[in-house]
């Protein structure tokens, strides 16, 4: 369709280098490297479920070009369990049961480490203020609440 | 320990949490070509000529096929479950904008998505018809020129080659003498009541990746019914079934989206017709075009006499089944039998019409039909009550139908805790206590509704329950878990048999060369029957590892470790018990004339709501400040998870209640996106309770049954009773936007907006 381009970038802790089309998006890029945790369901950056993090910094992947990436940090949910130990975020998600069929849980498990690295303790309201970007069409989000709480406690205890 | 009622996480937490869970929309194989798929722009029509010259002459594009050349490979390519009138793509006619008439393959999906773009079609266009009562007019554009009943159910076989109508099912139920009831009530109410169109929108649209073999077929797609996937398949191809092997990992997300075919015939077609692996993933936007809920008008009458009893109900219900049938035509019967409510009631008369309309087909979302009843029957009730002066509670207190009582199909009720569901959401709403009213432009009120479902009969389900040398265990079935917890129910169901925790347990499910036959995962049945059959074979194993004790020489009753079981019996470790179970509930079809039947349902489910509301005077604006769950779930297996079924499904109706509806103009879905079409978000969840009452289901696996539904009964019409109790306004139609309250708000001062005076 049109000629490729290469990229360098950090995924998930390693370096790359790999020749994409201009027109990918960042999901389509990791699928390339098997990373399926990202996924495209409404493609307009609505719901929430291709979140990764850029730069520590939460996109949607479904509208980010690949092509921006070039010299940047990506971390996406497969990263967060590294080592075998799952995240307090990931433990407080399973503890609390915060999700149903667990398509869009990637997306609020990386959104819910991005709120605490800002804010530690945040409140019922800022919880659901800082992921209302973030859909759930199973609607666990009462114990998605309990979740982030709970997460917010772990992370303090890790410290 | 017992593994009843332990709220153990998913077995699959770990990889739902880590994003390594499967799904097909992930799936990709070597060689494999992805569809895109060119659709109708018409609502009604003629295929004249298709024009897909420039996009098979694009470059990457491996081939443009169109309904004659699936006709080629497929000589009778119409599925569907009621129905065999679909066609895998369009044939000579389109029935509704969206459907799907051409589709192009390459590897790369954006050449395939480009090429799409440069298909035009030409179309004789026919006058649509859009409404479900306008379409049973004598004068209607016919949508099919002959119902073609599948014969899979034998309740449908009757429609077989009639012509000339819309209506795909006219069911009928009689009990008693309404007129004679009627003729002797002493107030008589009737009421006409409206659903919107709106979708399931599961996160992970429908997707199916088809692999040819030689002369078999692999086939993963996320489907709600691997078993009949591969039914429809085989019989499409006029092959035998064990040449099509349905795989189903996770889903994305159901809610009867994904029940019997949808993409997999199209799928299956076009990865025969090239020979090479094809996916057929759709987009958010082609889900509006894919699958819906029924829009209903309901028009209800009531006989009461002068103690308040209701002593005649006439329910005529017409559903909006779109252009192809789908598992609509069970809808209008299934559900249409509950339509008079869980009210005691002696003559009592349904008609529940299945009508093929010029919109996107419509099927089955989470209640099959029963919200969009209860939303009726319960304002109905109601208004009765508002009438009478009569409280709500009391009302419904009077009138309910309770255990020992016949139904409308004369099946007695049993296990049904409707006035116990009642009794705890009057309780959780502190009913006895008045509310603040509220002061200013901001008015106060609260409502309560109440529902019931039958289990869809006859069905049944199989499963496989494997003990290895070790003493690990496997189950196969083809239960699918779509985030209902299945998967962990059924290891908890199996793990209490064999004494065993229920984590330790690994689930093999949608898988159809391992696991045996399952009527589907839908209408809440899979904890009842899968779970009556887990259980089954569970037993069986257990009772061959007895039997295996025996035959080694153990005394009975004798604690014995299962490893050493099989090494004294095999001299090393080898070998497996096999467990097999197999359940088929007990099931009276019911009189085709009159509905009767002693055992129409193996359970029911019940549950029903209670909302306190906040109403803006000025603007119409609603704010739901409590909303009370409660439902009937008999024995709870894992008492979390079941929790999450309850407020899921509560939130799920809230934005089929408040902001959902698919806009049309002219057949064509306007607003078929995230952007435009609200699905319930954060910042929508009223504060919520949920409750399980505790109950037993006499018949289900150690006394649990299915929830996933129930919750989904009562949220529209509490909300409309508590707005009515707030403002004195009644809303007869959903969504209940601020518009239509302010509408409302405004007419009942007589002062309405400018374009809604006469």
């Known amino acids: ?159 | 320990m017992s593994q009843m009622g332990r709220s153990i996480p998913r077995l699959e937490a770990r990889s739902k949490v880590t994003g390594r869970a499967e799904y097909v929309h992930n799936m990709r194989v070597p060689g494999m070509l992805t569809a895109k798929i060119f659709r109708s722009t018409v609502a009604h029509g003629r295929i004249l000529s298709i024009d897909a010259e420039e996009a098979r002459g694009m470059e990457g594009v491996y081939a443009v096929v169109t309904g004659e050349d699936v006709r080629k490979i497929i000589p009778n390519p119409y599925f569907g479950p009621a129905f065999h009138d679909q066609p895998i793509l369009a044939l000579d006619k389109v029935r509704y904008v969206g459907e799907a008439v051409a589709a192009v393959l390459a590897s790369d999906p954006h050449i395939a998505e480009a090429a799409v773009q440069t298909i035009s079609a030409e179309y004789e266009e026919l006058e649509p018809v859009f409404d479900e009562v306008e379409a049973t007019l004598p004068n209607s554009p016919i949508v099919h020129d002959e119902l073609k009943p599948a014969g899979t159910f034998a309740d449908l076989k009757h429609l077989a080659g009639r012509k000339n109508t819309n209506i795909a099912l006219d069911y009928q139920l009689r009990r008693g003498d309404v007129d004679k009831a009627f003729a002797a009530a002493v107030h008589v109410f009737e009421h006409e009541f409206r659903t919107q169109h709106v979708l399931h929108v599961p996160l992970e649209s429908h997707a199916s990746l088809a692999i040819p073999g030689e002369g078999t077929l692999t086939l993963h797609t996320s489907s709600q019914t691997p078993s009949f996937v591969r039914m429809e398949i085989a019989r499409l191809l006029g092959w035998p079934e064990n040449r099509v092997h349905v795989k189903v990992p996770f889903l994305g997300g159901g809610y009867g989206a994904k029940v019997y075919v949808k993409v997999e015939p199209l799928a299956v077609a076009l990865a025969l017709i090239v020979r090479r692996p094809v996916k057929v993933a759709l987009t958010m936007e082609e889900q509006f075009y894919t699958i819906t809920k029924h829009p209903v008008t309901f028009r209800i009458k009531s006989g009461v006499d002068k103690d308040g009893r209701i002593t005649a109900r006439k329910c005529d219900v017409y559903w909006n089944g779109g252009a192809y049938a789908d598992i609509g035509p069970r809808v209008a019967q299934k559900t249409g039998f509950t339509a008079p409510g869980p009210y005691d009631i002696d003559n009592v008369s349904i008609d529940s019409y299945e009508v093929y309309t010029n919109r996107p087909p419509a099927g089955a979302l989470r209640g099959f039909g029963v919200p969009q009843l209860v939303w009726a029957y319960e304002s109905h009730t109601d208004l009765i009550a508002r009438e009478l002066g009569l409280d709500p509670v009391e009302y419904r207190r009077k009138n309910i139908l309770r255990d020992g009582r016949p139904h409308a199909t004369g099946t007695i009720m049993k296990d049904a805790g409707i006035d116990a569901v009642l009794d705890r959401i009057a309780e959780r709403m502190n009913w006895s206590v008045a509310i603040d009213r509220g002061t200013g432009r901001i008015k106060r009120g609260r409502g309560i509704g109440i529902g019931f479902k039958a289990s869809i009969s006859p069905t049944t389900s199989g499963a496989i329950v494997n003990v290895s040398a070790d003493g690990s265990v496997v189950i196969f079935t083809n239960t699918i878990d779509m985030g209902q917890g299945s998967d962990t129910a059924m290891a908890q169901l199996a793990a209490e048999v064999l004494n065993i925790d229920a984590e330790k347990v690994k689930v093999v499910h949608g898988d159809t060369d391992a696991a045996p036959y399952d009527m589907g995962t839908l209408g809440s049945r899979s904890t009842f029957h899968m779970g009556n059959a887990v259980k089954l074979a569970a037993e069986d194993a257990r009772d061959k590892l007895v039997a295996l004790a025996a035959e080694v020489g153990l005394p009975a009753g004798t604690n014995y470790d299962v490893q050493e079981l099989f090494r004294k019996r095999y001299g090393m470790r080898a070998g497996n018990i096999v467990g097999v179970g197999s359940y088929v509930p007990s099931y009276t079809p019911p009189d085709p004339k009159t509905g009767q039947s002693a055992n129409v349902t193996p359970f029911w489910m019940v549950g029903g709501a209670g909302a306190e509301v906040e109403v803006d005077t000025e603007t119409g604006h609603v704010r739901v400040t409590k909303l009370v769950n409660v439902a009937d779930g008999g024995k709870i297996i894992n008492p979390k998870i079941a929790r999450t079924q309850i407020s899921g499904g509560a939130i799920m109706q809230l934005g089929f209640t408040l902001t959902e509806r698919m806009e049309f103009d002219g057949g064509q879905v306007t607003n078929a996106s995230f952007a435009d079409y609200k699905i319930p978000g954060f910042r929508d969840v009223p504060p919520m309770e949920s409750e399980l009452i505790a109950a037993n289901q006499e018949n289900g696996p150690f006394g649990a049954k299915g929830i996933g539904e129930s919750a989904t009964f009562g949220v529209s019409p509490a909300i409309a009773n508590a707005i009515h109790d707030a403002v004195g306004v009644r809303l007869t139609s959903l969504p209940i936007k601020a518009e239509a309250v302010l509408r409302a708000l405004r007419a009942a001062q007589g002062n309405p907006l400018a374009e809604d005076e006469e």
């Not at chain 1, 027109?23 to 399926?36: A, D, Q, R, Y």
């Not at chain 1, 719901?47 to 940047?72: E, N, P």
């Not at chain 1, 990386?110 to 199973?138: F, K, V, W």
């Open chain 1, 1 to 159: 369709m049109s000629e490729t381009r290469t990229i360098r970038f950090t995924l998930n802790g390693r370096s790359e280098s790999v020749a994409i089309q201009p027109h990918w998006n960042l999901v389509e890029l990791l699928h390339h490297f098997g990373l399926t945790g990202a996924r495209e369901s409404c493609g307009q950056g609505l719901c929430g479920v291709c979140t990764v993090l850029v730069d520590d910094v939460a996109v949607s992947g479904c509208l980010y070009l690949a092509v921006r990436v070039d010299g940047k940090k990506i971390t996406t949910v497969e990263h967060l369990d590294e080592g075998g130990t799952l995240s307090p975020v990931q433990q407080a998600f399973i503890e609390c049961g915060a999700f149903q069929c667990g398509f869009c849980t990637p997306g609020f498990v990386l959104m819910t480490h991005q709120l605490l690295a800002r804010n530690p303790d945040p409140s019922d309201d800022e919880i659901r203020h800082y992921l209302s970007g973030n859909l759930c069409r199973c609607a666990a989000y009462p114990e998605i609440v309990e979740a982030v709480k709970l997460a917010a406690k772990l992370q303090k205890q890790a410290r």
